[in-house]
């Protein structure tokens, strides 16, 4: 599969000359199978320019929200499928304990918030609560979803196709509460989807002296995404969800200095564009 | 805006992953925080009212006796829980702003840490009068079982209590013991660390709880597994010897513990020591 980020920014959009290199788009991600089925990660702003790329060519797209904060679910309204009545669109999310996921989505796309009643998209559109599913399978892909520590319902999800796994956790606080990550791996939330993967996209939002006074936002450091990939086993960590205020400057040095003290998981940029290969390739 | 203690971040995050109705408050009765379970049995909505005043929502969300009157102050589960430091549990009738009236048992206890910190109080409460809503069992994908770790909501609640001095006890949805915490130690007379997978009939058999007449009491009859096999809270008093063979007499409470989508995932119970 194929794994291109579109958006990697946290919180807000924040384009300009000091964002260039990692991306001023909020949390979009493309997965793409080999057989060309695509799994969108996150409705952030990313997801207009994805959504232009491929409306020619799709007759499914399966969009998977992590939870409903708006840097997730931003770009839905600007997402070319959406308005094509010959595309089936799937979207799968979390609902809350008193409400669906429709009802949720249904509180940002409607008046006065945005023009248009997400019942009166002219795609053919299917809702899917991920929590009460657990697992299913899109195409060539299995897929798991499981909550996670972020506040309000959040999931993260895990991506295999044939035995190459890719998991996707843009906003979590694994270290919430606990002491160390190495305690009793059963009671790291997220660990269990996270374990082996070939490949980790994980929030390192904060610096470790900006987390501590953070704590309970839902939001982890690089040290600690590191120390949660090394826990779970993953070959390689992809950091995302980046401080709108961080500047590519910045985040390059953090990046430098992690890679320097051999963090024993090999680190990758995720600068909005990047593209990933995990297990084959895709034409 | 200052950070809340962790305590009461982990609490809330919690809360409001649970399909129980929970409200929390601080140690000046100021409302921290209900969850969306809440919300219909409160007639309100956490994202339109936020925190408020004691004052505040004392005055819109009325609690009373079943004949009308105003429960006294010292038979409040929160100031219970706030100003003596105790758990109560007892049936209240609340008020909605709604104009709905429903008839609630009410378990309150207090936040204090093992640090020696009063953070507050939590209350859970539960429509006394209604049938239990049958909760579906957890999904847990079969291919994943070999990695998976517990749930998110089985995770916070433990790392909350095992900051807390509330003696507390979990159980998962097959009815395995999956912790209690070091406030439970005493009352059990074992740390929990060093004890194996242990089966709620297991346990059951070896503490053999009692009623104060020392009557057995059966299996079915106990909190644990009322929570655990009939889906709604319970609560009574038994003695029981523990595992340093002492015998202690306690009040408990257990109540279904029932996550995100109404999924099962076992059952809590929060214990206090009556002699004490």
Redesign the interface.
Same mark, same amino acid.
């Given at each position: 599969m194929k794994v291109t980020l579109w958006g990697t920014r946290g919180s807000m959009a924040s384009p300009g000359p000091e964002t260039n290199r990692y991306g001023g788009n909020t949390s979009c991600v493309e997965v793409r199978g080999v057989d060309r089925t695509v799994l969108v990660l996150d409705a952030g702003t990313g997801i207009r320019r994805l959504g232009d790329a491929i409306v020619e060519e799709i007759r499914r797209v399966d969009v998977l929200l992590t939870h409903l904060h708006m840097d997730h679910i931003q770009g839905l309204g600007f997402f070319e499928p959406f308005f094509r009545p010959d595309i089936e669109v799937h979207l799968w999310g !979390? =609902? =809350?304990?008193?409400?669906q996921l429709q009802e949720r989505l249904s509180r940002y796309m409607s008046p006065p918030l945005f023009p248009v009643r997400l019942r009166d998209l002219p795609c053919q559109l299917t809702l899917h609560?991920v929590? =009460?599913?657990? =697992?299913f399978e899109i195409g060539p892909f299995?897929v798991?979803a499981?909550?996670?520590?972020h506040?309000? !319902?959040t999931v993260g999800y895990r991506i295999e196709e044939d035995g190459a796994s890719f998991v996707y956790l843009p906003d979590h606080e694994p270290i919430? %509460?606990?002491e160390d990550f190495f305690g009793d !791996?059963?009671?790291?939330?997220?660990? %269990?989807l996270a374990?082996?993967a070939d490949l980790l996209i994980h929030d390192t939002m904060f610096t470790a002296e900006e987390y501590p006074?953070?704590?309970?936002w839902g939001h982890s450091s690089l040290d600690q995404a590191l120390a949660f990939a090394r826990a779970a086993g993953v070959r390689q960590l992809v950091n995302f969800h980046h401080d709108p205020g961080h500047t590519d400057t910045e985040l390059e040095r953090r990046v430098e200095h992690a890679i320097a003290s051999d963090p024993g998981v090999e680190l990758l940029r995720g600068l909005e564009g990047a593209s990933f290969t995990v297990g084959a390739a895709v034409a | 805006m200052a950070?809340?203690p962790?305590e009461i971040?982990?609490a809330?995050?919690l809360a409001?992953?649970?399909?129980v109705p929970i409200l929390i408050v601080d140690p000046e009765l100021n409302l921290l925080f209900f969850?969306?379970?809440a919300?219909?049995l409160l007639g309100l909505r956490f994202d339109e009212t936020g925190e408020m005043k004691g004052t505040e929502w004392n005055d819109l969300i009325r609690r009373t006796e079943a004949n009308g009157d105003p429960i006294a102050r010292e038979h409040q589960a929160l100031v219970r829980a706030v100003e003596h430091n105790e758990p109560t549990q007892r049936r209240s009738w609340l008020h909605a702003l709604d104009g709905t009236t429903h008839v609630v048992d009410v378990l309150g206890f207090p936040l204090e840490t093992t640090a020696g910190g009063m953070l507050g109080a939590a209350v859970a409460f539960w429509e006394a009068e209604k049938p239990a809503a049958v909760p579906?069992p957890a999904?847990?994908?079969a291919?994943?079982l070999f990695?998976?770790?517990?749930?998110?909501?089985v995770?916070?609640l433990?790392?909350?209590f095992d900051?807390l001095t509330m003696p507390t006890f979990a159980i998962g949805a097959d009815g395995q013991l999956l912790f209690y915490n070091p406030a439970a130690a005493p009352l059990i007379g074992r740390n929990f660390e060093g004890l194996g997978a242990v089966e709620i009939r297991e346990w059951y058999a070896v503490l053999q709880p009692k009623d104060a007449d020392g009557t057995p009491i059966a299996r079915e009859h106990h909190p644990m597994y009322v929570a655990l096999n009939e889906f709604r809270p319970d609560f009574r008093q038994f003695q029981f010897e523990g595992l340093d063979g002492v015998s202690r007499t306690v009040a408990g409470v257990a109540f279904p513990l029932v996550?995100?989508?109404?999924?099962m995932l076992g059952a809590v119970g929060i214990f206090w020591d009556e002699i004490a």
């Open positions: !979390p =609902s =809350s304990t008193g409400l609560d929590v =009460s599913i657990g =697992s299995d798991e499981e909550l996670v520590c506040p309000g !319902p919430l %509460g606990a !791996p059963e009671y790291i939330p997220g660990l %269990g374990r082996d006074s953070h704590v309970g | 950070p809340r962790l971040i982990l809330r995050q409001s992953y649970l399909a969850n969306e379970s919300e219909p579906v999904e847990v994908p291919k994943h990695h998976s770790g517990h749930p998110v909501e995770i916070l433990r790392r909350l900051r996550g995100q989508c109404q999924r």
